[in-house]
């Protein structure tokens, strides 16, 4: 079964007369906080079989796939190369050169599979991407593809982009994922971030893009978040500043708070010259 065929299918779901994806980013630097509809994203990752096959993925996420996600109200899409950083990477450290990520925000779970079908019938996507589409067995765009479906935090139901961010100035990313022995564990972590530890990373100027609860994908229970800065030294700063805070002094040591995390893995990012985020 094809994956658009198989998402249809499996989401059951019925598709709503002019749903579309997540259509309003955060315009007001971060003032979008707790409340309204949570929203729901696929992180998306292109594993390359090596540099040559990038520009060709490039090419398309920026004039096919992209805009065609505009059109249906999907914004911001972020996308995601691995940032180059001096030395061996530190314990829990992810480091794929050869792999792109793509963020795609959806207003609602109903509005994931339609999306995905609508792509089929727009002829502007597909003679976009056509040399990507229709790239042949022995010229692959890539390797594989791996993609999660997540939801947003109660405590964070939208993506928000610091200034910094919509303006396009020079930042970087740290992708962060929590993977739990448990399934009750890893609810009481999604609750300790939405009771103060997003309110904290907002404070000490981590700048906090989006917090999701994975749904579908591999090595569940786990969630999924991304931060933001202006440069490593200030992310570092940022970092020190929320070790040190004596709130999260107080969550890290409150008993019904312990044993959440079992793992984690994160990365360093640099935006793709196109990315929305």
Same mark, same amino acid.
């Given at each position: 079964m094809k994956r658009r065929e198989f998402l249809k299918a499996s989401i059951a779901v019925p598709a709503l007369a002019g749903l579309s994806c997540a ?10 906080? +707790? $409340? ?7 992180? !998306?990752?292109?594993?390359?079989? +090596? ?33 180059? !950083? ?8 992810? &480091? ?21 079908? $609508? ?37 964070m139901p939208k993506v928000e982009l610091p200034p910094y961010c919509r303006a396009r100035k020079p930042r970087l990313f740290e992708l962060r994922t929590y993977e739990s022995h448990s399934e009750v564990k890893a609810r009481k972590k999604v ?15 981590? $700048? %906090? ?9 591999? &090595?569940? %229970? +786990? ?7 202006? +440069? ?20 890290? &040591? ?18 793709? %010259?196109?990315?929305?985020?």
């Amino acid at each position: 079964m094809k994956r658009r065929e198989f998402l249809k299918a499996s989401i059951a779901v019925p598709a709503l007369a002019g749903l579309s994806c997540a259509s309003t980013q955060n315009q007001g630097g971060t003032a979008a906080r +707790s $409340g309204g509809a949570r929203e729901y994203y696929e992180l !998306r990752e292109y594993h390359l079989k +090596s540099e040559a096959e990038r520009g060709l993925v490039d090419g398309y996420l920026s004039k096919a796939l992209i805009p065609s996600l505009n059109r249906r109200g999907c914004e911001p899409v972020g996308v995601f190369a691995q940032q180059e !950083r001096p030395g061996a990477p530190a314990p829990g450290e992810v &480091n794929d050169p050869r792999s792109v990520l793509v963020l795609i925000p959806y207003s609602a779970l109903s509005a994931f599979p339609s999306v995905l079908a $609508g792509l089929d019938a727009d002829t502007e996507y597909l003679a976009a991407g056509a040399e990507y589409l229709q790239s042949p067995l022995t010229r692959p765009a890539f390797l594989r593809i791996d993609s999660w479906l997540l939801q947003a935090f109660a405590g964070m139901p939208k993506v928000e982009l610091p200034p910094y961010c919509r303006a396009r100035k020079p930042r970087l990313f740290e992708l962060r994922t929590y993977e739990s022995h448990s399934e009750v564990k890893a609810r009481k972590k999604v609750e300790m971030f939405n009771r103060g530890e997003i309110q904290l990373m907002r404070e000490v100027g981590l $700048g %906090p893009i989006f917090y999701g609860q994975g749904l579908i994908g591999g &090595n569940l %229970p +786990s969630l999924t978040y991304l931060l933001s800065a202006e +440069s490593t030294d200030a992310h570092e700063q940022h970092w020190r500043a929320f070790r040190a805070h004596p709130a999260w002094e107080r969550m890290k &040591n409150d008993p019904q708070y312990a044993d959440t995390v079992s793992k984690i893995s994160h990365r360093f990012l640099v935006p793709a %010259p196109y990315s929305q985020i």
